[in-house]
C-alpha cells in the first residue's frame, strides 16, 4: 500500500514587516500638553513621553531586534498608541495636532505607501507588523520534532490572531481618504488570517501522521487544512488583491489547497479500503487525482520545487491505489463507481481558532497619560454620561411599572390560579405552604401517637424510680424495726421514720406530681382523638390535592367553555412573552450604556457638542420605541385579559369556587393551629418527664447513701449490744448512748466517751473490732433545675410547716402539668424542691441546663414551632 508524503512537505509563507518614515511625536504631543494644560502637566508626563518617542524609535529600526523582543516592542506600542489616540486629537484640524503625518510602505508592494495625519494608519500598521512576527516565530521553529511542530502552530495561531485583531478593529478606520495600502485593508487582513490559520492546522496535520492517528482522523484534519487554503485562494482572487500579489503567492496557496484535498482523499481512501466499500474508494482517489492534475494545470508558476515535488508524489501513489482498487473491484466487487460531484463532502475538524488579542493589546490597565484629560472633553462627558443616565433611568422605571401593573391586575383576577385550579393544579398562599410543609416534616399528625406512647413511656419510668425508691426505704425502716424489737432497750439509735420524713414528703409529692401529669396527658391524648378528622387533612400529600377544584358547567347550552379557556390562555402566554421581551429589553438597555463611550469623539470632535451628544443620544430612540411599543400592547392585552375573565367567571362560577376555596384555607390553617398546640403540649410534656426523672434519681441516690449509712450504723451497734451482752465491754464508763446518730444528710461519726472527755472518732484506741470508715455524703453536681440547700434529713433545725401540692389538677387553672409547690423560704430544697422548678405559663419550662450538668434524657423531642407565649388549649 503506497503512503503520502504530503506531511514532509515543510514549505511555508512568512510575511515581511512594513516600514516606515522617521517622525518626531514627542515635540509635538510635548507642546500639546503645554499649551492646552501647563508647562508642569508636561514636566510630570515627561517619563510617557520619552517612553512613547523610544517606542517609535525602535520600530523604525526594523527587525534588528529578536523575535519575541520584536512581539512584546509591538504590543507595547499599540497599547501606547490607545492611550494617545484617546488623550491627543490627531488630524489635520488647525486646533489639533496637525504636525504629525504617519507614513507606512506597502509590505507587499514596497514602491507604494500611505501617508495621513490619522493614528489609526498607525495602529493598522502596528498589528500588521504584529501579525507578521508572528509569522515569522512560527516559520523559526524547527518542524522535525512533535514540540516544533506545536509551537510553529501557536504562533501560526497567534498571527491570525493580530490579522483577525485588524479586520476587526482598525483596518476600516485607517482606510479612510486617498492614501492608503491594500496590505492594511479588510480583505488582505482576511486573506492573511485564513493562511496563518491553514498553516497552523498544517503543523497539527503533521503531528497527526508522526503520531500514526487513523486514516479517518488524518483525513479530517487534512481536509480542513485545504479549506483554509481554499478560504485564503478566494480572497487572493478577489479582483482587490488578484494583481496585488506576487505569482508565487497564489501558486503555493493553490497547489496548498489541492495537495490537502487530495491527501484527505487518500486517507480517507484508506478507511474507506478497511471497510471493503470499493466503489466510494475508488470515487474518492479519482476526485484527489482529478484535483492535483488541474491545479498543476492552472497555477501560476512559480511555486517551490519541494511542493511540486511533494504532489507529484501524492499523485503516483494516488493512482497506484487507484489502479490496485479497480483491479479488485472488477474481479470480485463488481460494484457501481458513484461520480465524484454525487459523493458527500469529506469530513472535517478544525483545531485551530485565531488567539484572542483583546486581552494581549488591552491598554484599560495601562497607566501612559493616565491623569491627561482635557477639562471641556471631561465637562462634555459627565453632561452625555448624565444625558444617558435619565433615558436609562426613565425607561429601567417604565419597564418597572409595567411589571407590576401586570402583577397587579392579574391579582385582582386572581389569574392564573383560577386557570390552574380548573386543571387540578392549585396552589396554597406561600406562608401557609411552609407551614403545612413544616408540619408534615416532623411526622404531621400521625407522628402525635408515637409521641403520646413516649409520654406514657416516660410516666412509666417515673413511676418505676419511685417504687424502687420508697422500697429502699422501707426495707430499711423494716430492718431497723426489727433490731429495734430483737434488742429492746439497747438499740439506742433513732428510729428511720424521724430521718427518713422529709424524703417521704418528697417522694409523695413527687406522686402526686405524677398523678396530676397523668391526667394532663388524658386531655393531651383526648384532644388528639377529637380533633384527628380535624388534622387528618395535613396528611395530605400534595396538600393542594385537599383544594377543591374548578369544576366544569353540569350544562352549557352553547358548549363555548373550551373555547374561552383555550383563549385565555393564549393571553396569558401572550403576557408571558410581553414579560420576557421586557426582560430583554432592560438588559439590552445596561448593556448599552456600559459600552457608550464617547470620549474619543468628544477628544477628536471638531464641531459643536450639542450636535453630537443629539447624534450619540439618538442611538436610543430604538430601544425606547421598542419599550413603548411593548407596554401598549401589554395594556391592549389586559382589556383583552378582562373581558375574557369574566367570561370565564361567569361560565365557571368563579365565586362560589373561591368562597369554597377560602374555607378550606381556613380549614388548613385550624388544623395547623392545633397540631401546633398539641405538639406544643406534647414538647412540654416530654421536657416535664425528663426533669422529673433526673429529680427521682436524684433523690434515690440520695436515699441509696442513707440506707448505706444506716446499714454501717447498724452493724456497729450490733457489735456493741453483743459486747454488752457478753459482757466484753474494754472500757470504763462507757455510756449506754455512746453513739450519736446523724439525720438524713449529716456525715456519720462514731463517738465515744469516757468519765472524763469525748475523744473525736479519728483519735479512738485499738479495739477488738476495725473501725469503719464514717459516711460522707456524696456531693451532688450543680443542677440547674434544683437548689444547693443541705440535704432534706439534715436535722439542723425543725423544718417549717410546707405547703402541701393539690393532688389533681384543678379545671380553669390553665396549667396542663402540676405547678410549682410554694414552700417556705428556710426550708432545705435539695429534695424538697417542686417538681416544676421554673415554671412558667401553661407548661413546666425548664431553665436552660448547662452542658453536662444533667443525665441524657431518654427521648429527644424536638419541636418545630417556636412555643406560644400563652397555652389557651387547657383553659376552660
Given amino acids: 500500500m503506497a503512503t503520502s508524503t504530503a506531511s514532509t512537505t515543510k514549505i511555508m509563507l512568512a510575511i515581511f514587516e512594513k516600514k516606515t518614515n522617521s517622525l518626531d511625536i514627542y515635540r509635538p504631543l510635548r507642546n500639546f500638553i503645554v499649551i492646552n494644560y501647563s508647562e508642569r502637566e508636561a514636566q510630570n508626563l515627561e517619563d510617557d513621553l520619552q517612553t512613547l518617542k523610544e517606542f517609535r524609535s525602535d520600530i523604525e529600526r526594523g527587525t534588528s531586534d529578536s523575535l519575541p523582543a520584536r512581539r512584546d516592542l509591538l504590543q507595547s506600542y499599540f497599547k501606547a498608541l490607545c492611550a494617545v489616540e484617546s488623550r491627543f486629537p490627531i488630524s489635520p484640524d488647525k486646533d489639533h495636532i496637525n504636525t504629525v503625518s504617519f507614513t507606512w510602505f506597502d509590505a507587499f508592494k514596497n514602491k507604494q505607501k500611505a501617508s495621513q495625519q490619522n493614528i489609526h494608519l498607525e495602529k493598522a500598521a502596528v498589528l500588521f507588523n504584529l501579525g507578521a512576527v508572528h509569522s515569522q516565530m512560527g516559520l523559526s521553529f524547527d518542524r522535525s520534532s512533535v514540540e516544533g511542530r506545536r509551537q510553529a502552530s501557536h504562533s501560526f495561531i497567534a498571527a491570525a490572531g493580530a490579522f483577525a485583531f485588524l479586520r476587526d478593529n482598525v483596518a476600516m478606520k485607517a482606510s ?116 492535483l492534475s488541474e491545479a498543476k494545470k492552472s497555477c501560476p508558476k512559480g511555486a517551490a520545487q519541494q511542493l511540486l515535488d511533494a504532489i507529484t508524489k501524492l499523485e503516483a501513489n494516488l493512482n497506484q491505489n487507484l489502479e490496485r482498487a479497480v483491479k479488485e473491484n472488477d474481479r470480485v466487487y463488481l460494484m457501481r463507481v458513484p461520480s465524484a460531484s454525487s459523493l458527500p463532502p469529506l469530513p472535517t475538524f478544525s483545531m485551530v481558532k485565531p488567539m484572542p488579542m483583546n486581552e494581549v493589546l488591552d491598554a484599560s490597565k495601562d497607566k501612559m497619560f493616565a ?29 418597572l411599572q409595567g ?204 464641531g459643536s457638542y450639542e450636535d453630537l451628544f443629539r447624534k450619540e443620544i439618538s442611538k436610543y430612540d430604538y430601544i425606547c420605541q421598542e419599550i413603548s411599543q411593548n407596554l401598549e400592547a401589554q395594556e391592549q392585552l389586559l382589556m383583552q385579559i378582562q373581558a375574557q375573565n369574566d367570561q370565564f367567571s361567569a361560565i365557571f362560577n368563579l365565586e362560589d369556587y373561591k368562597a369554597t376555596r377560602e374555607r378550606s384555607y381556613k380549614q388548613i390553617e385550624a388544623a395547623i393551629a392545633k397540631f401546633q398546640e398539641i405538639k406544643e403540649n406534647i414538647n412540654e410534656g416530654l421536657k416535664f418527664y425528663v426533669t422529673l426523672q433526673d429529680a427521682i434519681t436524684n433523690v434515690k441516690q440520695q436515699c441509696s447513701d442513707f440506707v448505706m449509712t444506716r446499714n454501717i450504723q447498724c452493724r456497729e451497734m450490733i457489735d456493741d449490744v453483743q459486747r454488752q451482752i457478753s459482757g466484753l465491754s474494754f472500757q470504763d464508763g462507757k455510756s449506754s448512748g455512746g453513739y450519736t446518730y446523724p439525720s438524713v ?66 379545671p380553669g387553672s390553665g396549667h396542663a402539668y402540676p405547678p410549682p409547690q410554694h414552700q417556705q423560704p428556710a ?33 429527644t423531642v424536638p419541636s418545630p414551632y417556636p412555643p406560644h407565649n400563652q397555652s389557651g388549649y387547657y383553659r376552660q
Fill in 371 to 399: 491623569s491627561l484629560v482635557p477639562d471641556s472633553s471631561a465637562k462634555a462627558l459627565s453632561r452625555y454620561t448624565e444625558m444617558v443616565d435619565d433615558v436609562s433611568r426613565t425607561q429601567a422605571e417604565k419597564l
Fill in 403 to 606: 411589571s407590576e401593573l401586570a402583577r397587579v391586575r392579574l391579582k385582582e383576577m386572581d389569574l392564573p390560579d383560577s386557570i390552574l385550579a380548573l386543571e387540578g393544579n392549585s396552589n396554597l398562599p406561600l406562608a401557609l405552604k411552609e407551614d403545612v410543609e413544616a408540619v408534615q416534616i416532623c411526622g404531621g399528625p400521625a407522628a402525635l401517637e408515637g409521641e403520646l406512647q413516649q409520654l406514657k413511656d416516660l410516666r412509666r419510668v417515673n413511676q418505676e424510680l419511685l417504687v424502687q425508691t420508697e422500697e429502699l426505704l422501707q426495707k430499711e425502716a423494716t430492718e431497723d424495726a426489727q433490731f429495734r424489737t430483737q434488742f429492746g432497750t439497747r438499740w439506742t439509735r433513732p428510729q428511720s421514720s424521724t430521718l427518713t420524713k422529709n424524703l417521704l414528703d418528697r417522694l409523695n409529692r413527687f406522686a402526686a406530681n405524677l398523678k396530676q401529669a397523668a391526667d394532663s396527658d388524658a386531655r393531651i391524648e383526648r384532644s388528639v382523638r377529637e380533633h384527628s378528622a380535624l388534622m387528618s387533612i395535613l396528611d395530605r400529600r400534595p396538600i393542594e390535592s385537599a383544594l377543591p377544584t374548578l369544576a366544569r358547567p353540569i350544562m352549557s347550552l352553547d358548549a363555548t367553555e373550551d373555547a374561552i379557556v383555550g383563549a385565555l390562555k393564549q393571553s396569558l402566554r401572550q403576557l408571558d412573552t410581553l414579560g420576557t421581551e421586557r426582560a430583554s429589553l432592560e438588559d439590552m438597555l445596561k448593556e448599552m450604556k456600559r459600552k457608550d463611550d464617547i470620549l474619543p469623539k468628544l477628544m477628536t470632535s471638531t
Fill in 827 to 859: 426550708v432545705s430544697h435539695e429534695y424538697g424542691q417542686p417538681a416544676y422548678p421554673g415554671w412558667r405559663g401553661p407548661y413546666y419550662n425548664a431553665p436552660a441546663q448547662q452542658p453536662g450538668s444533667m443525665p441524657r434524657p431518654p427521648y
Fill in 176 to 291: 479612510v481618504g486617498s492614501s492608503t495600502t491594500a496590505d492594511v485593508s479588510v480583505e488582505c487582513a482576511g486573506m492573511l488570517e485564513r493562511l496563518m490559520l491553514a498553516q497552523a492546522q498544517e503543523c497539527v496535520y503533521e503531528n497527526t501522521i508522526a503520531k500514526g492517528s487513523s486514516p479517518g482522523v488524518c483525513a479530517k484534519i487534512s481536509r480542513q487544512v485545504g479549506l483554509y487554503y481554499e478560504e485564503a485562494l478566494g480572497a487572493l482572487n478577489n479582483a482587490f488583491l488578484n494583481q496585488h500579489f506576487d505569482k508565487a503567492w497564489i501558486a503555493h496557496v493553490q497547489l496548498k489547497a489541492a495537495l490537502f484535498y487530495a491527501e484527505a482523499c487518500y486517507r480517507y481512501s484508506l478507511e474507506l479500503h478497511e471497510k471493503d466499500e470499493i466503489a466510494e474508494e475508488i470515487a474518492r482517489l479519482r476526485s484527489g487525482v482529478n484535483t
Fill in 745 to 810: 444528710g449529716q456525715p456519720h461519726q462514731v463517738q465515744r466517751s469516757n468519765s472524763s472527755q469525748t475523744a473525736e472518732a479519728g483519735n479512738i484506741p485499738n479495739s477488738s473490732h476495725p473501725q469503719t470508715p464514717t459516711y460522707q455524703p456524696i456531693q451532688q453536681s450543680t443542677m440547674p433545675a434544683y437548689s444547693h440547700a443541705p440535704p432534706p434529713y439534715v436535722s439542723q433545725q425543725p423544718p417549717m410547716p410546707q405547703q402541701s401540692a393539690p393532688p389533681y389538677h384543678m
